[in-house]
Nanobody
Framework: QVQLVESGGGLMQAGGSLRLSCAAS????????MGWFRQSPGQEREFVAT????????YYAGSVKGRFTISRDNAKNTVYLQMNSLKPEDTAVYYC????????????????WGQGTQVTVSS
């Protein structure tokens, strides 16, 4: 199956920017879409953004729309999440995930997950 490794997390002041990367290896040809999710302590894992690999169609959670951008570089087997205008409520562990269908927001649609990268936004 596909293996995913996230990177790029860190500490940022409110209003700043970070770019997360998700490097994929293994059976990447089986993936149809890639997504980003996030989870804070005591919270459920929530959808952030997804991209369909065939045509770059994207979909975003309302809380990040206009601030975050998901993109991909097929040559590098990498998906990115550009996060601008960060808010303290964006603080979470961010996870990259792969899906073989365009279900978008459903956790159950994603069959492979990375280990996560911590994003902390200070006020």
């Amino acid at each position: 199956q596909v293996q995913l490794v996230e990177s790029g997390g860190g500490l940022m002041q409110a209003g700043g920017s970070l770019r997360l990367s998700c490097a994929a290896s293994g059976r990447t040809f089986s993936s149809y879409a890639m997504g980003w999710f996030r989870q804070s302590p005591g919270q459920e894992r929530e959808f952030v953004a997804t991209i369909r690999l065939s045509d770059r169609s994207t979909y975003y959670a309302g809380s990040v729309k206009g601030r975050f951008t998901i993109s991909r570089d097929n040559a590098k087997n990498t998906v990115y999440l550009q996060m601008n205008s960060l808010k303290p409520e964006d603080t979470a562990v961010y996870y990259c995930a792969a899906s073989d269908a365009w279900i978008r927001v459903a956790l159950s649609a994603y069959h492979a997950w990375g280990q996560g990268t911590q994003v902390t936004v200070s006020s």
